[in-house]
């Protein structure tokens, strides 16, 4: 039997944390080094894996300095701390998991591209949705020709509306000056989804949206500065104080959303977090200013089109997805696929459930082990061709998503470059 593949985590928040789990549990990977700021997380990694006082940074550069420690880096710091680490461990020699985005701009991440090519190591971006059962199950379909042609696709990616207050408004996402554009910090995923299901060249890209709901001037009579001190609270659908006080007791929802809140899940660090922390704050009155509702408009080779929309205003619930072909119909949600057939006129319901739910915290219904094991082992084998999520496709994605940022932002059509 191979020896696992050693990680170390540089970023142990949520989605650090969620592949160093995936990759132990799966007895393919090892975590042998965690690089993290916060204590308390770094500390609750070097516990779970054992880690030596020698394996345990406060700085990824701390880690950098000690040399390459690991075959694999998983780098899941904040989306703007990604460029950094990325191309120094790369140059290190070791292989490279990030997270979405692979970085806010297209200059940096081209810079990342080309040291990872340079150091000739692997690199996967963590587009989870590709490596889900229900994915593999469309993509089959599809190629053996059930829908005939694709002529076009509609997707919708229901944000809800309780994630998108913890997530974009409140959270880590909420500004584009700190992170990115929701479509690039969220969506990425859909758009490479939408990529690797349709297989052809993007061409051109337009979009529409804004900032509608999350702003001072929507804000109730009588709405406080923070949602403890509020006298409509009661009747808010975005009361922090209702979202995270409900958390407790539920190991899954203590690990998130409540674990970007509070580094222990107890009532009285609830407490502290909703009168003193970003996260107690009214949602009409924090400094975010990403758009709440986008809609993005897809045109690929041979004509087909697709539609993507993105919004806050919907329950918590898994993406859903149309394809239009000329033979076939089909309809799914991640978890059932439902085919129907032009010529027979019979519909087929597909059961394809992995068992888990489609956000993150569900794992993306079987995508981030999906991912994390397709990973591990195209290092442990020598064999790239296993990651289907490597810098070049993941690279045409995210210039369709930059495409449609700039489409939305000066009201045209925008053409992408051919990329060679």
């Known amino acids: 039997m191979r020896e696992p593949v050693t990680m170390a985590i540089v970023g142990a928040g949520n989605r650090g944390q969620q592949y160093a789990r995936l990759a132990a549990a799966s007895g393919r990977g090892r975590v042998v080094a ?3 700021p916060v204590a308390e997380r770094r500390e609750r990694v070097a516990r779970a894996y054992g880690l030596p006082p020698e394996a345990v940074f406060a700085d990824w550069r701390a880690m950098a300095l000690a040399g390459r420690l690991a075959d694999v880096a998983v780098i899941a710091t904040q989306d ?14 070791y292989h490279l998991l ?8 297209e200059p940096e991440a081209d810079r990342v591209v080309a040291a990872a090519e340079q150091a000739g190591v692997y690199l996967a971006v963590c587009h989870v949705l590709r490596y889900t059962p229900f994915t593999r199950r469309v993509r089959a379909l599809l190629d053996s020709g059930r829908l005939g042609e694709v002529v076009a696709v509609q997707h919708l990616e229901p944000v809800g509306w309780w994630h998108f207050a913890h997530s974009f408004v409140r959270g880590n996402w909420r500004n584009e000056g700190l992170s990115a554009p929701m479509l690039l910090a969220k969506a990425c995923h859909d758009v490479d989804w939408l990529q690797y299901v349709i297989d052809r060249r993007p061409l051109r890209v337009s979009s529409f949206g ?10 109730p009579e009588g709405a406080g500065e923070r949602c403890v001190q509020c006298g409509v609270e009661a009747s808010c659908p975005y009361s922090a104080a209702r979202l995270y006080r409900s958390c407790l007791g539920d190991p899954d929802r203590e690990r998130w959303p ?6 222990t899940p107890t009532p009285e660090a609830v407490e502290v977090a909703l009168r003193e922390g970003p996260y107690g704050r009214c949602v009409y009155r924090c400094d975010n200013d990403v758009v709440d509702h986008q809609v993005v408009n897809i045109e690929y080779e041979g004509g087909v089109t697709a539609s993507l929309t993105v919004a806050a205003f919907t329950p918590m619930a898994n993406r859903k997805t149309r ?3 000329t033979r076939g119909y089909l309809d799914g949600d991640g978890a059932t696929i439902k085919v129907f057939d032009f010529l027979t006129g019979v519909e087929q319901t597909i059961d394809v459930w992995a068992g888990e739910s489609m956000d993150a915290a569900g794992g993306h219904a079987g995508g981030d082990a999906g991912l994390v094991e397709a990973f591990l082992s195209a290092v442990a084998h020598g064999d790239p061709s296993m990651i289907k999520t490597g810098p070049a496709e993941s690279l045409i994605s995210h210039r369709v998503v930059w495409a449609a940022e700039r489409a939305r932002r000066e009201g045209r059509v925008v053409q992408l470059r051919s990329q060679t």
């Open 34 to 36: 965690v690089a993290e």
């Open 80 to 93: 703007r701390d990604h460029v950094e680490p990325a191309v120094t461990l790369a140059g290190q020699g």
């Open 98 to 105: 990030l997270e979405k985005p692979v970085a806010p701009t």
């Open 210 to 219: 804004g900032l509608a709901h999350f702003r001072p001037e929507q804000a």
């Open 258 to 263: 409540l674990g970007a809140v509070v580094d």
């Open 323 to 325: 394809i239009l072909g």
